[in-house]
């Protein structure tokens, strides 16, 4: 793969005359909403020449695989599992977290395709989720203003002049940091770990007397045992000891994901390489924006977070602009409207969406549209308001016989007390006690195990798909 050559700005598909990939000049014209201000631009250009140089993090092939699985999503046969912290941390890139993560998710991935029988694409917010958006550009505390954090990418979370400082070096930090992380994870994945014969020590150091580890005990067992039949009829498929795992991020940082795209040797066409899939933010959507405009130039997956304010004709002109050739897999849309509003402010999207002929994956995040704080000033999500807006969700598509293509969770493989209720009942004077999250809060691996076993229920129980949709053949890496 070839870095962006050095005539950015000109044209980039051979028979496209008029389609300029935009520089990051160009970009900037466009005013990006939620970028750092950084006081040095001799030191940013530096930095993004530099990483302009370093190898991609991931490859085209791998971002075309992922395209197509999402296809298979888009038309009913196949289900997203999306989650991960809601920002990583350098400081939390060590093996037991990334491997926590992976195995939080690995084990809802199995519950998922155990219990409803789909194949399930698996997508982690990792190795790149460093940046975030934020309602605010200042903070003031005790009378003192300072930049508000921004995600490790850009400064750091003490409340101090300097730390708070965006530092373009962090830039370099966040590919190091995702460098390293996706190289557990491959290794994680395709050495052994994700071997569904171990599915028992998935959760081995599981947090005991929890009915969700009775009912991830029981799934596991049955799975041994149908394996174990498998191998004595004398199917031993190499593929039951690997899975594909992609990694993906907020597009929100346009100096590191310019400088991390690069053009594609097979097709001449560019990719951001800082992750298999990347997503637009509610905060960064503007039609004629920034983001918008890099991101419609790209050949990776694009997932559009779509928010309370989105009408059905934003939703339709955004994917329009994303995805002007209606490519299979190319769009998903994740909704995170609230609970409340989910039922009213979901369905017309669908259906404006549907009326154009497209099929688009749709996935949930019941987590951004309902955070709140508690009186102690925790920020927190209540897990019975996260069910109630998945809920909404299934129930909108299966009046409108759409298929619900997925979930988008904010998740930790640890055992933190980050999100209330739950099997365990976390309540709000539970926070404190293990509230670590960088920004929103997580939920933790029981809860997460506990939604994924809701979701299968529901998904097990859509009369609508099982006659539209029958399963088709899948590889056994997509359990
Ligand atoms: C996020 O996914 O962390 C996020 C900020 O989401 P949204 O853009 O939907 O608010
Ligand atoms: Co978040």
Known sequence: MAPLPQWLGRRLYPDAVSDLFPSL????????????????????????????????????????????????????RAFILQGGDCAETFASVTAANIRGKLRVLLSMAVVLTYAAQVPVVKLGRIAGQYAKPRSNDSETREGVTLPAYRGDAVNALAFDPESRRPDPQRLVEVYNHSAA????????????????????????????????EERYEKVSAEIARALSFMVACGIDDNSFRTVDYYASHEALLLEYEHALTRIDS????????????????????????????????????????????????????????????????????ISRMGAAKVRDLLPPIVEAVEATGRKVAWVCDPMHGNTYSTELGYKTRAFDEVVSELQGFFDVHQELGTWPGGVHMELTGDDVTECVGGADEVAEQDLAHRYE???????NRNQSLELAFLVAERLADDAIRREANPVQSFSPKDF
Request: some cysteine.
């Open 25 to 76: 000049a160009d970009l900037h014209r466009l005013k990006p909403a939620q970028q750092p201000r950084y006081d040095d631009p001799a030191e940013l250009a530096r930095v993004v020449a530099e990483l302009r140089r370093r190898p991609p993090l991931v490859f085209a092939g791998e971002c075309d695989d992922l395209r197509s699985k999402i296809a298979e999503v888009a038309q009913g």
């Open 181 to 212: 992380t996706l190289n557990l994870v491959r290794a994680f994945v395709k050495g052994g770990l994700a071997d569904l014969r171990t599915v028992h020590s998935w959760n081995s150091d599981f947090v005991r007397n929890s009915q969700v």
């Open 266 to 333: 097979r097709t001449q066409t560019p990719y951001d390489t800082s992750a298999h899939m990347i997503w637009i933010g509610d905060r960064t959507r503007q039609l004629d924006g920034a983001h918008i405009e890099f991101l419609r130039h790209l050949r990776n997956p694009i997932g559009i977070k779509v928010g309370p304010t989105t009408t059905p004709d934003d939703a339709v002109a955004l994917i329009e602009r994303l995805d002007p050739d209606h490519e299979p897999g190319r769009i998903t849309v």
């Open 437 to 443: 999250t960088a920004c929103d809060p997580r939920l």
